[in-house]
């Protein structure tokens, strides 16, 4: 079990949601948490919920990652963990999306190239001050599935960035894996949780959405993603449909396999 006490830890998407329950959990098993978001008010809500530090974070700007891990380990000397939370949504019919929509390279920024910038920036902070570095980033069931219960929400693009953030972080784990680097990395895979980004588009009340999502709160998801931690998980999944889901995928391959000869 991983000791969070006197642990330095930037969650970024830390003004609701799965960040902010993220937040308040480390907290409470001592951790010195610094919470980063666009939404200043929020952010600063959950910063006085966890008596930690809130930080105005844009995203969508290349640099703020990577900076804010350098100035947070100007200032407290180290920095253990980071949560890459932050994302945004985006629906639109793959058949009918503007593809040059400017608010794409928002998307792609924040949910698939940002994570990977901080973790370039932790290990580097971590090589140079002799710690052990951890990035836990959030991807989700999209980044393995096409759940059936959302198949008719346009979520194509949205789902395209969190399954590149799953290859990215395959190939960041295995990377720092063979070089020998400082860096524990682990993908947190989210089912339905209700969180404001959710709500906006399956609406406030959660007893109205498809059942066959199971739907839970972000204090549940945060305590699975801290469990799977424990465990030394690098797939942490909240929900077990997960792996039913990515049966078809399976499937297809296997067969299309023996229908060539291989």
Not at 6 to 31: F, N
Not at 206 to 230: E, F, V
Request: glycine letters at 12%; aromatic letters at 4%; hydrophobic letters at 50%.
């Amino acid at each position: 079990m991983i000791d969070w006490t006197g642990q330095r830890v930037l969650i970024t998407g830390g003004a609701s949601g799965i960040g902010r329950a993220l937040a308040v959990e480390l907290a409470q098993r001592g951790a010195l948490v610094v919470a980063a978001d666009i939404n200043a008010d929020g952010v600063a809500e959950t910063a006085a919920l966890c008596g930690g530090e809130a930080l105005l974070l844009d995203l969508a700007d290349g640099r703020a990652g990577p900076q804010a891990v350098e100035q947070l380990v100007a200032r407290h000397g180290r920095l253990d963990a980071v949560f890459a939370n932050a994302g945004i949504g985006h629906r639109a019919r793959l058949l009918k999306a503007d593809l040059d929509d400017p608010g794409l390279a928002r998307l792609w920024e924040i949910n698939m190239i940002g994570p990977t910038r901080l973790a370039q920036a932790l290990v580097k902070a971590a090589e140079s001050g002799g710690w052990r570095g951890r990035i836990v980033i959030t991807g989700s069931e999209n980044s393995l599935s096409l759940p059936p219960s959302i198949q008719n929400f346009g979520n194509g693009l949205y789902a395209a960035s969190k399954h590149g953030v799953l290859i990215l972080a395959e190939w960041l784990a295995t990377e720092a894996r063979n070089a020998g680097k400082p860096l524990d990395v682990h993908v947190l895979l989210p089912g339905a949780v209700y969180t404001g980004m959710t709500a906006a588009g399956l609406g406030d009340d959660p007893a109205k959405w498809p059942a066959d999502m199971g739907i839970i709160l972000p204090d549940r998801a945060a305590a699975l993603c801290l469990k799977g931690l424990d465990l030394g998980l690098f797939h942490i999944p909240t929900h077990a449909h997960l792996t039913r889901d990515m049966a078809d995928r399976f499937d297809s391959v296997r067969a299309a396999t023996r229908a060539l000869g291989l």
